[in-house]
């Protein structure tokens, strides 16, 4: 089937979604609305410059997701020469090595195709990631290498015959009426419970915003796959921290989902002039969080100060 061009994107939700409106609306328009065919030869010069930017990644973002794909690499492609930690170490500072040399030496190639090339947006802004950063990431690697190993979720799924349900990879499914979009870490069964895994790198302990992630997972897990909510245990898992939360949700709790959407449907809509065909409101009439923290770090803070 031939691809279709559409004048604007398609309507979904998913969690990071909506934190990003409700961070900063003009944030939220580059990411989902502004940069739509903007990959296109055709397109014009600002759909472009936003595609580009929202192909930026921050460092710490970078290492999250060179981290998943290794521990993904293991379980699924069964990567045994990963099963050690100062090769798990090697294999994501390999990766973020690569990245970096591109980001110093492939700007132009970069800024005709950004989804061949990596971009890492201290390199874009600032020239170079400042050494306090290196030593931070650095560290980061070394103690997320060596704690994965001592994970239980990780154990299970390297050391048990365990059945693979999802695992890593970006799933749509209907709730409400809206196409959402959510991608689980991994969830397998062992015996006969069911396990949901997310795996955190984060310094931070952010276990209310997170659970409420688990939350949306399990009902996934329920709703769309048919898992017993009784036999689903769901773990979060801090791999800097040496720390694991389990939890088991009820159907009380599930209901907290849909009460959710429909309110951030209902927000989504404000910003839209035809609900339709997901036509957004003119650029200006998402406000900008002016003076906030975020803004400096902000992939469009190029094209947004500039205005």
């Not at 999250?64 to 990963?82: D, S």
């Not at 890492?120 to 103690?143: F, H, L, R």
């Not at 209310?208 to 017993?228: C, F, K, M, P």
């Not at 801090?238 to 309110?263: A, G, P, T």
């Amino acid at each position: 089937m031939a691809y279709e061009i559409k004048e604007f994107p398609q309507l979904s939700w998913s969690f990071s979604r909506m934190k990003m409106l409700q961070e900063c609306p003009r944030k939220y328009y580059y990411n989902y609305y502004g940069y739509h065919n903007g990959w296109l030869r055709e397109a014009g010069e600002e759909s472009k410059h936003i595609y580009r930017l929202k192909n930026l990644q921050p460092i710490d973002a970078f290492f999250g997701q060179k981290f998943h794909e290794a521990v993904t690499g293991i379980v699924k492609e069964r990567k045994k020469e990963l099963l050690e930690p100062d090769k798990f170490r090697r294999s994501i500072n390999r990766m973020i090595k690569e990245a970096y040399h591109e980001s110093k030496t492939l700007l132009e190639d970069w800024r005709i195709h950004p989804k061949w090339y990596a971009m890492i947006s201290e390199v874009y802004y600032e020239g170079d990631i400042t050494q306090e950063k290196k030593d931070s990431i650095i560290k980061k690697i070394n103690i997320t290498s060596e704690n994965i190993f001592l994970s239980k979720s990780f154990k299970e799924l390297t050391e048990n015959d365990v059945e693979i349900i999802e695992l890593d990879e970006l799933k749509s499914f209907e709730i409400n009426g809206l196409t959402a979009y959510l991608k689980i870490d991994a969830l397998y069964r062992v015996g006969e419970k069911y396990v949901l895994v997310d795996w955190k790198t984060s310094a931070r302990d952010d276990s209310l915003t997170d659970v409420d992630q688990l939350i949306l997972y399990s009902w996934y897990a329920n709703n769309v796959l048919g898992i017993r909510l009784e036999d689903l245990e769901a773990r979060l898992e801090f791999v800097q921290l040496e720390k694991m939360e389990k939890y088991q949700f009820s159907n009380s709790d599930l209901s907290l989902i849909d009460r959710r959407i429909d309110k951030d449907l209902k927000q989504i809509q404000s910003f839209l002039l035809d609900p339709e065909i997901n036509q957004p409101l003119p650029k200006e009439k998402f406000f900008q969080t002016k003076g906030s923290s975020l803004c400096k770090y902000c992939n469009f803070r190029e094209i947004c100060w500039r205005g």
